[in-house]
C-alpha cells in the first residue's frame, strides 16, 4: 500500500521539487521509503512520484516508480494473484529481476496493454507512463478500494491518491465545484466522479483512462461493471449446494487477501462479517490470528465484550482497546487534513482508533466491509422489504397524513423509542418514505439528508441536475430487477464506494496501515450477485446465507443478538462538548466568507441541536464538517 501522485505538464513549467512536494503530502501512506522519475519529452514535462509501504518484496527491487522496457509504473495497492500471473509470463519468456507484484503489472501491461487488467486480482489504482507510444494509462480496481483522483485544466495533468497533493502545484485552481456541495450536503460524501474542485475527478471504479501526451486527448475507458453480474440469470440451486460453493468462495478470497512478507491482522466487531472472515481464516491454521476490537464504554455502544468472546471461542490473539470519549472527540480536529474533500462518516472516528492500535502490531489489517452490499445486511432493505408493500398499499393521501402527522411530533417525545439505537435517523428516513413509494424514491429517501427541493432553499446558489449519478442508474434490466438486486446494486455503486472505501482508506493510511477487504473480491461479488433474492434476505432474516455458514463455525447463541454497532453519539456532543467548536466554526461571518449556504437555516439548526432535536444532528454535523475543511484547505 503506497502513495502515488505525478504530472504531464504540456507547457512544460513543472518542477522536481514540485513533484517532491505533491509526493511528500503523501508521507502518512508511505513512510517506508519515496522514489520519484522525471523527464522532459517533445510533449513537455512528466514526473512521477511515489511514497512506499512495504509489503511484497521488502528489498530495493519492489522500489517504484519502477521501468521495464519503455514502461514506467507508479502504483498503489496489491495484486493477489501475482504469482500465478508471473508464472504464466515466464511461460511466455518474460524474466523478472525481483518478486514485487508491481514488476509482475510492468511485465503483464508489456504482454497485453490493458487487457491485463482482466487478470488482476486485488485493489490498486496505478499510472503507466508508455514512453515508446507517448501515452499515460491510469487505472483504478474494480470495486473502488483504492483511490485515484486527477486534475486536467490549463494543459497540465496531474494525478494523485489525495486531493492534498494538487495543493502542492502552484498552478493548481481550487475553484470550489458548487455541484459536489450541494451533493455533500444531501449525502455527506461527495458521490461519483466529481470532486469538490472544479476541474477534478475521481477516476471510477473499473475504469482506465489514456492521455494521449502527443494531442492532450483523454478517453475513459469502463473495464468492468457490477451490472454485468446483477443482469444474468439467478441461480437454480439448492440451498444446501449454495451454501458450500458460497463457503468455498469465501475461503479461496479471505487466503489470498492474507498475502504478504509483514504481519496481518483482522479486526473483528463481532458482528457476522467479521467473525466470518476470522472464523474461515483460523479454522485452518496453527498459529492464532492477530485480532483487533476497539471499545468506548463511555457512550453505551460497546461490542468490544461480544468481540472477546469470539476471539476466545475461535482461539485467536485478541487485542482491545476501550478508549475514551476525549480520544474520539481529540481525532475531530485532524479528519479535515485526512480526509481532503467533504466527509461526514463519523465512523471516521473509530475506524481511525482501532487503525491506530492495529498498526502497533501488524502492517496490513483485513476489515469486512462489503458483507452488507453482497448479503444484504442493511437495516434499509428491511424498509424496503418488509415494510415496502404495506406502505405501498396505504393510500397516497394517508401516508401523507401520516407524515404530517409524525413532522408535528419530533422523535425525541416518543417514549422508550427514543432510546432505541439510531431512532432519530430511522424516525426521519420514515416519514420520507410516507411522503412518496418506489423503488428510487425509497432508495433517495434512504440516502439523502435533504430532498432536492429543500437543498435548494438551504443553499444560495442554484445546481446542475445530477442525474449521472449511480443513484439514478437504468443499468439494471427489466427482467431481473427485483427492490433487493435494486438496493444492493445502487449500494454497491454508490454508499460502499463513495463512502465506506473512502473512509477506510483514509483512516487505515492515516497510520500507515493497509486495509484489505476480503469480501470485495470479484468472483464472489459475481457469484453472490447471482444468488436467489431469498438466499441473502429471507423472512426477515438479513444476510440470510452468510448467518448459516457462519453458524456452522460459531454457535448461533452466541452470535444472535441486537444490532449494536458503533454510532458516535453526535446528538449529544453537539449539543454539549462540541458546542464551542460549533460556534466557532459555524459563525455568521465565517459563512459570509464563502456564502454558500442561508446562514439563518444554519443559525435555526444549532438552535435545535442545542435544544435537544437529536434528529437534526447529523444535518448540523454535515455543515460542520465542511466548515472545518473549507477552512484547512481554502484559507
Given at each position: 500500500m503506497c502513495g502515488i501522485s505525478g504530472f504531464f505538464d504540456f507547457k512544460g513549467v513543472s518542477t522536481p521539487v514540485i513533484l517532491d512536494a505533491m509526493t511528500d503530502a503523501l508521507e502518512h501512506r508511505g513512510p517506508d521509503g519515496r522514489g520519484a522519475y522525471f523527464e522532459?519529452?517533445?510533449?513537455?514535462?512528466?514526473?512521477?512520484?511515489?511514497?512506499?509501504?512495504?509489503?511484497?518484496?521488502?528489498?530495493?527491487t519492489g522500489k517504484q516508480p519502477m521501468q521495464f522496457s519503455e514502461l514506467c509504473i507508479t502504483?498503489?495497492?496489491?495484486?493477489?494473484?501475482?504469482?500465478?500471473?508471473?508464472?504464466?509470463?515466464?511461460?511466455?519468456?518474460?524474466?523478472?529481476?525481483g518478486n514485487s507484484d508491481t514488476e509482475v503489472i510492468l511485465h503483464a501491461f508489456k504482454e497485453w496493454g490493458t487487457s491485463c487488467l482482466e487478470k488482476l486480482k486485488g485493489m490498486f489504482a496505478f499510472v503507466i507512463y508508455d514512453k515508446k507510444h507517448q501515452k499515460i494509462t491510469a487505472v483504478r480496481d474494480r470495486v473502488g478500494v483504492k483511490p485515484l483522483f486527477y486534475y486536467l485544466h490549463d494543459d497540465l495533468f496531474m494525478f494523485s491518491s489525495e486531493l492534498k497533493s494538487f495543493h502542492q502545484h502552484p498552478k493548481f485552481n481550487k475553484t470550489i465545484n458548487k455541484n459536489a456541495v450541494a451533493d455533500f450536503i444531501q449525502y455527506g460524501n461527495i458521490p461519483g466522479s466529481q470532486s469538490i474542485f472544479q476541474f477534478c475527478n475521481k477516476l471510477q471504479p473499473g475504469h482506465y483512462l489514456e492521455?494521449?501526451?502527443?494531442?492532450?486527448?483523454?478517453?475513459?475507458?469502463?473495464?468492468?461493471?457490477?451490472?454485468?453480474?446483477?443482469?444474468?440469470?439467478?441461480?437454480?440451486?439448492?440451498?444446501?449446494?449454495?451454501?458450500?460453493?458460497?463457503?468455498?468462495?469465501?475461503?479461496?478470497?479471505?487466503?489470498?487477501?492474507?498475502?504478504?512478507?509483514?504481519?496481518?491482522?483482522?479486526?473483528?466487531?463481532?458482528?457476522?462479517?467479521?467473525?466470518?472472515?476470522?472464523?474461515?481464516?483460523?479454522?485452518?491454521?496453527?498459529?492464532k490470528l492477530k485480532t483487533y476490537t476497539i471499545g468506548v464504554p463511555d457512550i453505551g455502544l460497546n461490542e468490544a465484550p461480544f468481540a472477546k468472546e469470539i476471539a476466545q471461542y475461535l482461539g485467536t490473539d485478541h487485542t482491545e482497546l476501550n478508549c475514551t470519549i476525549n480520544d474520539a472527540q481529540e481525532l475531530i480536529s485532524e479528519l479535515p487534513f485526512f480526509y481532503d474533500e467533504p466527509f461526514a462518516d463519523s465512523s471516521a472516528i473509530p475506524t481511525i482508533l482501532v487503525s491506530k492500535m492495529a498498526r502497533k502490531h501488524v502492517t496490513v489489517a483485513l476489515s469486512a466491509d462489503g458483507g452488507d452490499e453482497l448479503f444484504a445486511g442493511y437495516n434499509r432493505y428491511d424498509y424496503m422489504l418488509k415494510y415496502g408493500r404495506k406502505l405501498e398499499k396505504i393510500p397516497k393521501i394517508f401516508r401523507k397524513s401520516l407524515a404530517g402527522a409524525m413532522g408535528l411530533i419530533p422523535a425525541d417525545q416518543l417514549p422508550i423509542l427514543k432510546n432505541k439505537y439510531n431512532f432519530h435517523q430511522r424516525y426521519e428516513k420514515v416519514k420520507k418514505l410516507l411522503k412518496e413509494y418506489d423503488n428510487e424514491a425509497i432508495m433517495m429517501s434512504l440516502s439523502q439528508q435533504y430532498t432536492s427541493e429543500q437543498i435548494s432553499k438551504i443553499l444560495n446558489f442554484n445546481t446542475e441536475d445530477n442525474r449521472d449519478l449511480a443513484f439514478?442508474?437504468?443499468?439494471?434490466?427489466?427482467?431481473?430487477?427485483?427492490?433487493?438486486?435494486?438496493?444492493?446494486?445502487?449500494?454497491?455503486?454508490?454508499?460502499?464506494?463513495?463512502d465506506i472505501m473512502q473512509k477506510v482508506d483514509r483512516a487505515s493510511m492515516a497510520v500507515s496501515l493497509e486495509g484489505r477487504e476480503p469480501f470485495l473480491d470479484h468472483d464472489l461479488i459475481d457469484w453472490a450477485a447471482q444468488l436467489p433474492d431469498d438466499f441473502k434476505y429471507k423472512s426477515g432474516i438479513k444476510k440470510y446465507i452468510l448467518k448459516e455458514i457462519v453458524h456452522e463455525m460459531v454457535p448461533k447463541e452466541m452470535m444472535e443478538r441486537p444490532k449494536m454497532g458503533f454510532a458516535i453519539p453526535i446528538a449529544e456532543w453537539l449539543a454539549k462538548d462540541l458546542r464551542p467548536l460549533v460556534e466557532s466554526y459555524l459563525t455568521k461571518e465565517l459563512l459570509d466568507h464563502h456564502n454558500l449556504f442561508d446562514t439563518d437555516f444554519i443559525e435555526k439548526l444549532k438552535f435545535d441541536v442545542f435544544k435537544g432535536k437529536k434528529e437534526m444532528a447529523s444535518k448540523l454535523w454535515y455543515f460542520l464538517m465542511f466548515q472545518m475543511w473549507y477552512e484547512r484547505w481554502m484559507k
Open positions: 522532459q519529452n517533445d510533449s513537455g514535462i512528466i514526473g512521477l512520484g511515489h511514497r512506499r509501504l512495504s509489503i511484497i518484496d521488502l528489498s530495493e502504483f498503489n495497492g496489491e495484486i493477489y494473484n501475482y504469482q500465478d500471473i508471473k508464472n504464466e509470463l515466464i511461460l511466455n519468456g518474460h524474466s523478472f529481476t492521455l494521449n501526451l502527443k494531442n492532450g486527448e483523454v478517453k475513459e475507458n469502463k473495464y468492468w461493471n457490477v451490472y454485468d453480474a446483477f443482469n444474468k440469470p439467478k441461480l437454480t440451486i439448492d440451498f444446501e449446494e449454495a451454501k458450500s460453493i458460497t463457503t468455498d468462495k469465501l475461503k479461496d478470497a479471505f487466503e489470498l487477501r492474507m498475502v504478504a512478507d509483514v504481519p496481518v491482522g483482522v479486526f473483528l466487531s463481532g458482528g457476522y462479517d467479521s467473525t466470518c472472515v476470522t472464523a474461515i481464516l483460523q479454522q485452518n491454521r496453527s498459529e439514478f442508474s437504468k443499468e439494471l434490466k427489466a427482467e431481473y430487477l427485483t427492490p433487493l438486486s435494486y438496493m444492493l446494486a445502487i449500494d454497491f455503486q454508490t454508499y460502499l464506494v463513495d
